[in-house]
Nanobody
Framework: QLQASGGGLVQAGSSLRLSCADS????????VGWFRQSPGKEREFVAA????????YYSDSVKGRFTISRDRAKSPVYLQMNSLRPEDSAVYYC?????????????????WGQGTLVTVSS
């Protein structure tokens, strides 16, 4: 199962780096996405990256502040989050796509990990 890690409690303006990895299967040939979900809200797309890192997508709310990256030689996919805001508080999930492409659509992801909680205080 995919495991997201790196969450925590930080102040507004701080940074965190989330990691997504799986010890039992490789996701190096899959597109990978990050999503987040706050209480009472639907899970929303945050960022996605293609299998080779050549294509990335971001939601408008995080563009310019968050960076998704990966090293194909290693398993983890990272989400660097800078200039965090209270509205970024959520449980963050990573997921592997059915294909090798980056995609913003939740329905294109079929392998989800457990989330990691990010709380940003004002």
């Amino acid at each position: 199962q995919l495991q997201a890690s790196g969450g925590g409690l930080v102040q507004a303006g701080s940074s965190l780096r989330l990691s997504c990895a799986d010890s039992r299967r490789t996701i190096s040939n899959n597109g990978v996405g990050w999503f987040r979900q706050s209480p009472g809200k639907e899970r929303e797309f945050v960022a996605a990256i293609s299998w080779n890192g050549g294509t990335t997508y971001y939601s408008d709310s995080v563009k310019g502040r968050f960076t998704i990256s990966r090293d194909r030689a290693k398993s983890p996919v990272y989400l660097q989050m800078n200039s965090l805001r209270p509205e970024d508080s959520a449980v963050y999930y990573c997921a592997a796509a059915r294909s090798s492409f980056a995609t913003t659509s939740k329905t294109q992801y079929n392998y989800w990990g457990q989330g990691t909680l990010v709380t940003v205080s004002s």
